[in-house]
Structures are given as C-alpha cells and as structure tokens.
C-alpha cells in the first residue's frame, strides 16, 4: 500500500473513531460542543455591536460619543470575559473527555500508533467540534443575540442612537473570525489534554478507570496556589484595607481581590476540601444513618471528584457574591448617608431630557436651595498623575448647612463663601490637604483658581466631593444648572414647573438609587456570563464523574440499595460537593467584602444582591444535582446497572 493511500486510510479510520465517541457517548463532548457554540454566539453578538458602535463618527463631547464610549468599554468586558471562561469550560470539559478515552488511546499505542500521532488525533477532534459547534452557534445566535444587546443597551441609554448593525459582508467576515477563533480557543484550553493523550501507555489497558480517580494534587500546583495567594491576593488586601486610598478607589479594589482569591482558592481546592469534606459528611451521616453514610463515604473516598463539581461552584457563586455584593455594600453605604445627611422636606430634580434652573425661585412658606451643578479638577496626586474632572456642587455655606448635614470633621461649612471652598474627605486625605491650605482647581471653562480649604466633610460618597461658591460656580460653569434643588417650609406651595420632579424626603430616599447604569449592567453581564459557563462546567463534570462510577452503583443495587434510596445517594452526594463549593465562596466573600463594609462604615456585616445571589445558588444546586441525576440512572433495577456497567 502507497504512502498517500495508508495516509488516506488512517485519516478515514482516525474520522470513525471520532464519529463512533460522538454516537456512543455524546455526553462527554455536549458540554464542550455548547461552551463553544454559546462562545462563538455571544463573541459574535458582541463583535457586531463594537462595529456598530465604533464605526460611525460622533460629534466630541456629544451623547452620542459619550453612549459609544460606554459601549465599547462594556463589549471589551464582556468578549474578555467570555473568551476566559470559554478556556475554562472547554479546559476543563476536554480533560475528563480525555480522561474517559484513555483506554482507546492504549489500545491506539498497543497498536503502534506514535504518541504524536496522539496528539494530533486529539488536537483534531478538538478542532472540528469546536469549529462545527461555533458554526453552528453563530449561525442560529449570533444576529438575535446582537438586536437583544442593541435593545438592552438602547433601553439603558449605553448605545447610540440610529447606529445600525453592520453590513452583510461585514457579519460574514464577523462570523467568519469568530467561529476561527473559538475552535483556536478551544485547541489552546483543550492543550494539557493532547500533550497527556500522548503520555499514555498499553499499560493503561491493565488498569481499571472507574476504580481509579487520580488525585488532582501536584506540587507545581501547590506552589502556584501559594504564588497566587502571596503575591496577589495578600498585597491587593493589605493595600485595600490600610493604604490610604479613597473610599471609592478602595471599593473599586474589592472585586480585583475577589478575582483574585477565587482562582487561587480553586488551584489548592485539593487541599482545601478533604478538610471541608469531614463536617458536610458527618451531616450526611446524622441525616440519614443508611443512605447518607453510604453517600459521605462516596464523598471522602474520591475527593478529586468532589473538588471537581465544587470549583465551578466556587466560581459561579463567588463571582455572584463577590461582585454584586461590592456594589450593594456602595450603595447601602451611599444610601445611608444620604438619609442621615438630608434635612430638606423635599428634593426638585429633572425629568430626563430637562436641566432645572441655576437660581430657585422664592415661594411662600417655604426656601428653596439650589445646588450648581458645577465641574472641578484636583491637582494630581502619587496615585493618580493625571486626575479626571469630579462632580462639585455650587452653594453657598449658610443655606447649604440648613438642608445638608455633610458630617463636618474638621472647620465649618457655614465658612463656604467667595475664595474658599470645601472637600470630603476622600479627597482632602489623598492630597493630604490641611485646613486654611491654598489649592488650586480647574474648573470647567479651563481656567484655575486658588481657593482656600475652609471645611473637610465625611458625607462625599452620596454628595459631591467638592463644595464650591455659588458665584464661583455661576461664573466659571458655561451654560450653569442646577443638579438639584432642596426645599425646606411648606413644599406644597413650590410652584411646580414643566420637566421638574418634587419628592418628598421620604419618597426621595424609598427611591433613590446609586448605581450608575453602566456599572449595574455590566457587573450583572459579567455574573452572568461567568456564572453560565461555570455552571455548565458544574453540570459536564457531574455528568462525567457519575458515567465514572457505573461499578460502584452496580454493586449498591445488587447489595440491596432501593432505587430511591440510590436516587438519595446521588442527589446527598451532589448536594455535599454543592455546599464545599458554598462553603469556598464565603470564605471568597469574607474576604472582600467584609473589610469594604467596614471601611465604607456600614458595620462588619456587608450587603449583598438577594435576588441574584439566591437565583446564582439555586441554579448551581440543579447545576450539579439534576445531570448527576440523569446520568446515574439512580431507579433503575440491579440488571441494569450491571449492563451500564459493561458499555
């Protein structure tokens, strides 16, 4: 036989081979195939809206450029975000496929199959799922997926307005590039799994898998995982917690340290979780004497498997946590403060599209206090060289002291007249500004003054971190307005003006929300994103991991085991792995969110998103239960079980 015809038959063989693992067990390649189809689908969705968002040209300073700004960064986030996590589903998915397979690859070597040949084999299975499945994900999602985000985006004021799609051609090459590198991205996570395809010996044949489960622990892993911990997560920590940083910029950290703890959390997972194991088994053992000790001896005998289904669970519901949580606990602190510094009867704000006038007009019964919305920039500092504009509001101190209590720490806010100025706290300790200090601040029509430091409040995370002169403001803000106008006396008299809003205190607080609508939507995108994919890998390693244990459950039937009480075993099972990954995403929560509570002074117990959180936790118990589940085939009879086992 030629060379090219061996060559031919080989490929058609090594083809059959692929085709035959994809009919028989189509389990161990669905969670890839559909990590790689929701990737190509998102990334190309997010593709087409950074087109649409960057190729039009938007008058500087305009709505329009402000909205494509945002987009872009928010599609950034989010493709970054979902590049990451396809690595780690496809990763992770491929390496038990792998593992599953390792008696084919021995008998391939007994063979006289070449390791590299192995390799290839592997790489190559790899490749045409992922592009097969990219395609096809592409294909049915990734238009709608586009017109949804355009929507959203559109509905939130974070795109353009009139900024259509792109072309045809371009979603074509669009779609083209995107299912390329989704099946690249798939070779590239599935890496660790071709070079240990080729390790593999005939002698793997002698060994039974299913009795066998490896044990995750190496030393390279452990010291990576101390690596992580002191010169990532222990540094950002310190530096949150005792540098002196602003509030806002320390808040802006807790995340970072989440992102940071967790991976580190889940490389030394294998000895972090035998230790966790031990109290979630003797709960199993109390809750049922028969079937839970059945099930935590399952738990303590394979805490490979167990560490396997708790990371993804880790990640799902750490992120959730972690993330959501900062910017509860922001906004609990910014909420609290607003109700402790309001004294107004009443707030005036604008309806969208409307500015309120820069000067209040007098009304019977009661004074009305405007608030210049004005724009001051502060010198730089060690930790920032080149200083955005901030927010600053245009009052004089003796009206604003009447319907404002800023929680003044050091002079007066009455003090507050022409030539001098007052800061919060924040930022009078990152300049390490004293009082009766001279500063100088540009303002927003580019001119400086040097004005005078007569106060330094508390209260800056729900009001601006600077108070200006009203005149100071009237005179260097082009086209002044006001942010807002606080009433005090009988507000029912304010003569009510088109565009204006008036809500009592009260309203005002029930109401009042801090977060921006960039940053909300772009922290519940990136739960989303990670907590989807996590808990897909939660549900393809459950799945694996119970196809693994076919012997073992055969066993159980034949010793008497009932089929609920098999489905009990199961489910205990799913459920202990379920809490060790809990158990890991507090100790990540703690861990950030506890010392940002404390430092935004809100107490030592921080806020957290509830409806998400509780959603993100339900949806890693069926993550992990229901595939484990279906595969086990916990009602089935001892025959059955026993045929399974044969496959």
Request: positive net charge.
């Amino acid at each position: 036989m030629s060379a090219p015809t061996s060559l031919l038959v080989r490929s058609t063989s090594m083809r059959r081979l692929f085709v035959a693992e994809i009919r028989t067990y189509p389990g161990r390649v669905a969670g890839a195939a559909l990590a790689c189809a929701a990737t190509a689908a998102g990334l190309g969705a997010c593709a087409l809206l950074f087109i649409a968002a960057s190729i039009p040209h938007y008058p500087e300073n305009s709505v329009a450029e402000a909205a494509a700004q945002d987009a872009r960064n928010l599609l950034s986030v989010l493709m970054s975000m979902l590049l990451m996590c396809a690595v780690m589903v496809i990763g992770s998915t491929v390496s038990l496929w792998t593992g599953q397979r390792l008696p084919q690859f021995a008998v391939l070597r007994a063979l006289g199959v070449t390791a590299n040949r192995l390799r290839g084999l592997v790489a190559f299975d790899v490749a045409r799922l992922g592009l097969v499945s990219a395609v096809l994900g592409a294909a049915v999602g990734m238009i709608p997926m586009a017109r949804l985000g355009q929507r959203i985006l559109l509905d939130r004021q974070l795109f353009p307005q009139g900024a259509p799609l792109p072309s045809p051609g371009q979603t074509w090459s669009t779609g083209v590039a995107v299912c390329l590198t989704t099946a690249g991205v798939g070779v590239l996570a599935a890496l660790a799994s071709v070079l240990a395809a080729g390790r593999v010996s005939p002698g793997t044949l002698l060994r039974d898998a299913e009795l066998s489960v490896a044990s995750s622990r190496s030393n390279a892993r452990l010291v990576t995982g101390l690596v992580l911990l002191g010169t990532m997560c222990a540094p950002l920590l310190l530096v949150m917690v005792f540098m002196d940083f602003p509030a806002t910029i320390r808040a802006a950290m807790a995340p970072g340290v989440a992102l940071m703890v967790i991976p580190a959390l889940a490389v030394l997972a294998p000895w972090i979780v035998p230790p966790l194991i031990r109290p979630t088994a003797a709960v199993l053992r109390l809750l049922d004497r028969r079937v839970g000790r059945i099930a935590a001896a399952g738990l303590r005998a394979t805490p490979a498997r167990t560490t396997a289904m708790a990371v993804p669970v880790l990640l799902s519901v750490g992120i959730a946590v972690s993330l959501l949580g900062a910017g509860a606990t922001m906004g609990e602190a910014v909420r609290r403060q607003t109700d402790e510094g309001l004294r107004a009867d009443a707030v005036v704000t604008a309806a969208p599209g409307t500015q309120l006038p820069a000067t209040a007009p007098s009304f019977p019964g009661g004074s009305a206090t405007a608030m210049v919305m004005a724009e001051v920039t502060a010198p730089p500092t060690w930790y920032d060289d080149q200083p955005v504009t901030t927010g600053a509001w245009g009052a004089d101190g003796g009206p604003l002291s009447k319907v404002l209590d800023l929680k003044v720490r050091e002079g007066r806010m009455s003090a507050v007249r022409g030539g001098t100025f007052a800061a919060g706290a924040m930022q009078a300790d990152g300049h390490h500004w004293r009082l009766g200090q001279k500063v100088r601040l540009a303002m927003a029509d580019g001119s400086a003054q040097r004005l005078t430091l007569v106060a330094i409040y508390e209260r800056d995370l729900a009001f601006p971190e600077f108070v200006i002169p009203r005149s100071t403001a009237l005179r260097h803000t082009p086209s002044a307005y006001a942010d807002r106008i606080l009433l005090t006396g009988s507000t029912s008299d304010w003569p009510r003006a088109k565009g204006q809003q008036v809500a009592s205190r009260a309203d005002y607080l029930e109401g009042f929300s801090t977060r921006d609508a960039a940053d909300d939507l772009a922290s519940r995108l990136i739960v989303a994103v990670v907590a989807g994919y996590a808990l897909l890998a939660a549900a393809n390693t459950s799945s694996l991991a119970q196809r693994d244990r076919r012997a073992q459950r055969a066993h159980l039937r034949a010793m008497g085991l009932g089929r609920f009480q098999m489905l009990l075993c199961v489910l205990y099972e799913a459920a202990g792995a379920t809490v060790v990954g809990v158990a890991l995403a507090a100790v990540t929560a703690v861990t950030c969110l506890v010392p940002l509570a404390v430092i935004l002074g809100t107490g030592t117990v921080p806020a957290v998103d509830v409806p998400w959180t509780v959603g993100i936790l339900a949806a890693a118990v069926l993550a992990v239960a229901v595939p484990s589940a279906l595969t086990a085939h916990p009602l089935s009879d001892a025959q059955r079980q026993f045929a399974r086992r044969a496959e």
